[in-house]
């Protein structure tokens, strides 16, 4: 946020035009208060989330998103059930960052609701907390695809994967890896993929996930591989080396980048060729990282590649793997 000083006098005025009856002259007020600093403005933005014009109350709760104060979440939260759906995804997008440990006891009860948006944003809202309480709730979302037509809760089950991602808790971590297998929403796969952190469930679950019917699990799944450094999934990397995706493919060359992994060089030498240079780019530098010298004839053949960004990746592993000691 950037804040501008203002003094009392041009304070002021700002909150003087946020009743004026031309709507124009209101939102510039808004806009003006929002980089304001001033906590004095609070009271007057959330009157105008009761302003006739529903852009303004859009621009009301953008604007809040600047100031922390302990009436602000609970406006936003009455929000999310504004009239008019521009409003609710202003407070919707504003609400996680505003959100302190005060709020917790309301998020909660948000998280109940019976509607799937507010559910739903509260639960994204309760993430940034990392609060243990909010386990019990998360787990309810995740179990609606159960007791409901699975279409009207995907944002829930979302929004409660990525929460789970957070607690970094054994408990969560098992609900995630049955989420990931077992979803009907391939987001849903895709977000509780990318929340697994440890554990041997979680990594056989990573490995799975490289062959899911959706693209875009896969290629989460082949970033997580390397960010959990599974060398053991060599032969699922390889396979998905040969994705039809090039988005697959660039991840998993990636994930096999690890240092002493030299059984990935054979892997990864096809796609040196590759007519997709992002392609070309990540498997030099696992190439690089790998640390294996067997990788230096395969670097070489790079020196004169079209994309320069290729070029330097390459010559900088060449340098790095024949100045080992």
């Given at each position: 946020?950037?804040?501008?000083?203002?003094?009392s006098?041009?304070?002021?005025?700002?909150?003087d035009?946020l009743?004026?009856?031309d709507?124009?002259?209101r939102?510039?007020?808004?806009?003006?208060?929002?980089?304001?600093?001033?906590d004095s403005?609070?009271?007057?933005?959330?009157r105008r989330?009761?302003?006739a014009?529903?852009d303004l109350?859009a621009?009301?709760?953008?604007?809040?998103?600047?100031?922390?104060?302990?009436?602000?979440?609970?406006?936003?939260?009455?929000?999310?059930?504004?009239?008019?759906?521009?409003?609710?995804e202003?407070?919707?997008?504003t609400?996680?960052?505003v959100?302190t440990?005060?709020?917790?006891?309301?998020?909660?009860?948000a998280?109940?609701?019976?509607?799937?948006?507010v559910?739903?944003?509260?639960?994204?809202?309760l993430?940034?907390?990392r609060?243990?309480?909010?386990f019990?709730?998360?787990?309810?979302?995740l179990?609606?695809?159960?007791?409901?037509?699975?279409e009207?809760?995907?944002?829930?089950r979302?929004?409660?994967?990525?929460?789970?991602?957070?607690?970094?808790?054994?408990?969560?971590?098992?609900?995630?890896v049955?989420?990931?297998?077992?979803?009907?929403?391939?987001e849903?796969?895709?977000?509780a993929?990318?929340?697994?952190?440890?554990?041997p469930?979680?990594?056989?679950t990573?490995?799975?996930?490289?062959?899911d019917?959706s693209?875009?699990?896969r290629?989460t799944a082949?970033?997580r591989?390397?960010?959990?450094g599974?060398?053991d999934?060599l032969?699922?990397?390889?396979?998905?080396?040969?994705?039809?995706y090039w988005q697959?493919?660039?991840?998993a060359?990636?994930?096999?980048?690890q240092?002493?992994?030299?059984?990935?060089?054979?892997?990864?030498?096809?796609?040196?060729?590759?007519p997709?240079?992002?392609?070309r780019?990540e498997?030099a530098?696992a190439?690089?990282?790998?640390?294996d010298t067997?990788?230096?004839?395969?670097?070489n053949?790079?020196?004169?590649?079209?994309?320069?960004?290729?070029?330097?990746?390459?010559?900088?592993?060449?340098?790095?793997?024949?100045?080992?000691?």
């Amino acid at each position: 946020m950037t804040v501008f000083e203002t003094d009392s006098d041009d304070l002021g005025t700002l909150l003087d035009q946020l009743d004026h009856p031309d709507a124009a002259t209101r939102r510039v007020a808004i806009l003006a208060l929002a980089d304001c600093g001033d906590d004095s403005a609070i009271p007057a933005l959330l009157r105008r989330l009761d302003d006739a014009e529903p852009d303004l109350r859009a621009e009301a709760a953008k604007a809040l998103g600047s100031f922390r104060a302990s009436t602000v979440a609970p406006a936003l939260v009455q929000a999310l059930h504004d009239p008019d759906a521009t409003v609710r995804e202003a407070a919707a997008t504003t609400l996680p960052d505003v959100v302190t440990r005060q709020d917790e006891p309301l998020l909660l009860a948000a998280a109940n609701h019976p509607t799937p948006f507010v559910r739903a944003v509260a639960l994204r809202a309760l993430t940034p907390l990392r609060t243990p309480a909010a386990f019990d709730v998360a787990a309810a979302a995740l179990a609606s695809v159960a007791h409901a037509a699975p279409e009207t809760t995907t944002d829930i089950r979302r929004a409660a994967a990525a929460l789970l991602g957070w607690l970094r808790t054994d408990a969560a971590c098992t609900l995630l890896v049955q989420a990931a297998r077992t979803d009907p929403d391939s987001e849903v796969r895709r977000t509780a993929i990318g929340a697994l952190t440890h554990g041997p469930a979680a990594e056989a679950t990573v490995r799975h996930a490289l062959f899911d019917p959706s693209w875009h699990v896969r290629e989460t799944a082949a970033e997580r591989a390397g960010r959990l450094g599974l060398r053991d999934a060599l032969p699922e990397l390889a396979q998905a080396m040969t994705d039809d995706y090039w988005q697959v493919r660039v991840k998993a060359a990636a994930a096999l980048g690890q240092p002493g992994l030299s059984a990935a060089l054979v892997v990864l030498a096809p796609a040196l060729s590759s007519p997709i240079s992002t392609l070309r780019k990540e498997a030099a530098a696992a190439l690089g990282a790998i640390g294996d010298t067997a990788a230096v004839p395969l670097l070489n053949n790079l020196v004169d590649d079209p994309d320069p960004e290729v070029r330097k990746l390459a010559r900088k592993a060449v340098v790095a793997l024949t100045h080992q000691t």
